[in-house]
């Protein structure tokens, strides 16, 4: 099952760290835009009793019921209370984008226990994701943040702050099978 993902550089289902396994399910998944995150969001509460959340509902709430369009209010002020809360969680699987947590934040929460997961698709998978959403769904082009979010995710891995990667191209059933099973 494991292969590399070619623009990456990251084997799918490797394990590169050793964390001991956490007695409850505690896992923070990092995905690039279009790694059917919110699908999985929304397969996990249907199918699993352990409590979902995601990043973006999280600064939602903070900011009082809108999205928070200002970016150094988003990812300075109202992240840092989002992953504080997080991390008081006794059991949680917890999705977010790129970006949100830093190196150190993801050290801090693999101390807590959590298992740190990838999401992970290729550039080319990802565009063609992108072109079906803003042709069929109306959303807006992320194509610009590609590179940014893909070097994101080679930079915590190359740290070993990874604990499972997981290829977003599988079906949904299978990357929550896979999410479930790895604490």
Known sequence: MDRIIPSEGIDVGSTPTGNTMAKNIKIIVIGTSLTGKTTLVKHLRKTQKVKVSEIDEELTKLNGGTFPTDDKQKTEVLAPIVIS???????????????????????????????????????????????????????????????????????????????????????????????????
């Open 85 to 183: 809360e997080l991390l008081e969680n006794e059991e949680i699987i917890f999705f977010t984008n790129t970006d949100y947590f830093s190196p150190e934040d993801l050290k801090i929460a693999r101390m807590a226990g959590f298992k740190i997961v990838q999401l992970v698709l290729t550039k080319y998978e990802m565009e063609i994701r992108n072109t079906e959403r803003i042709e069929n769904e109306g959303y807006e082009d992320h194509s610009e943040w590609f590179d940014g979010m893909l070097e994101y995710q080679k930079e915590i891995f190359n740290l070993g702050l990874v604990d499972l990667v997981i290829d977003a191209g599988m079906p949904t059933e299978e990357i929550a099978k896979e999410l479930v099973n790895c604490h």
